[in-house]
């Protein structure tokens, strides 16, 4: 595939394959992320093994990284270099207040900007970016339910969406409506290590994928044809 056509003609040519031509054809995805979206502590291993061996999933993804600290690191020109064909992007933990000025960010503000600038900058290189909302940590309330801080990171990266007309996948809405489902003890479970309850470890990894793949299902379908076949992941409850 040429990653020079414009985004339009891309996704085009990706509509048209089916399951059997995805097989012989190559792709390339790109992850933008903190380390919620890394190998070895988030989704990201998990995410790149739902594939078919034609797919390769770069992962860019750097643990305490926030959308303004990853972009100042100077990190974006290695992920245009790659040209892909397909760039998720997932911030907001470490914007929040208390995470120091070389990493906060104002979701009202400075948030959505940058998240314009990964958007603007990859699609300049023929990649059609995806931006992913923040997946929540695994905080519960007295109700038993959860309480995350992150809404207003995750709402402006849905904002942003609609405003330059991207693809979104709302993780954090899906990630809340999951834990609150299997309830604190089962949640727990999923951790890294006991009481991170912001990282994953393997079983928590295919949880947060299981969410963002009927995504690709219905929002880019010519992506999902790169998919293997593959059952939901089997999930704890109480």
Not at 130 to 135: D, R
Not at 193 to 205: L, P, S
Not at 207 to 223: F, H, K, N, S, Y
Request: glycine content about 8%; proline content about 6%.
């Amino acid at each position: 595939m040429d990653k020079r056509l414009c985004i339009p003609l891309v996704l085009l040519t990706l509509s048209l394959f089916t399951p059997s031509t995805a097989e012989e054809a190559t792709i390339d995805i790109v992850l933008i992320g903190d380390s919620t979206v890394t190998d070895d502590a988030g989704w990201g291993k998990a995410f790149a093994g739902r594939f078919l061996d034609t797919v390769t999933v770069h992962n860019l993804a750097v643990g305490g990284r926030s959308a303004k600290s990853w972009y100042d690191e100077k990190r974006l020109p290695a992920a245009l270099a790659l040209k892909p064909d397909f760039a998720f992007i997932q911030f907001g933990h470490n914007g929040q207040p208390g995470k120091g000025p070389e990493r906060e960010t104002d979701p009202a503000t400075t948030y959505r900007d940058f998240l314009r600038l990964y958007v603007t900058a990859l699609r300049e290189t023929g990649t059609q970016p995806v931006l992913v909302s923040s997946v929540t940590r695994r905080t519960f309330g007295d109700d038993g339910k959860i309480r995350s801080t992150l809404t207003p990171w995750a709402e402006a990266a849905g904002a942003v969406a609609a405003e330059m007309q991207v693809p979104f996948i709302d993780l954090h809405t899906a990630s809340i409506a999951l834990h609150n489902e299997q309830g604190k003890a089962a949640s727990m479970l999923l951790n890294l290590k006991e009481n991170d309850r912001t990282h994953f470890n393997e079983a928590g990894a295919q949880a947060i994928t299981d969410l963002i793949v009927p995504e690709l299902r219905g929002q880019l379908p010519g992506l999902a044809a790169y998919l293997r076949h593959q059952e939901p992941s089997p999930q704890p409850s109480d």
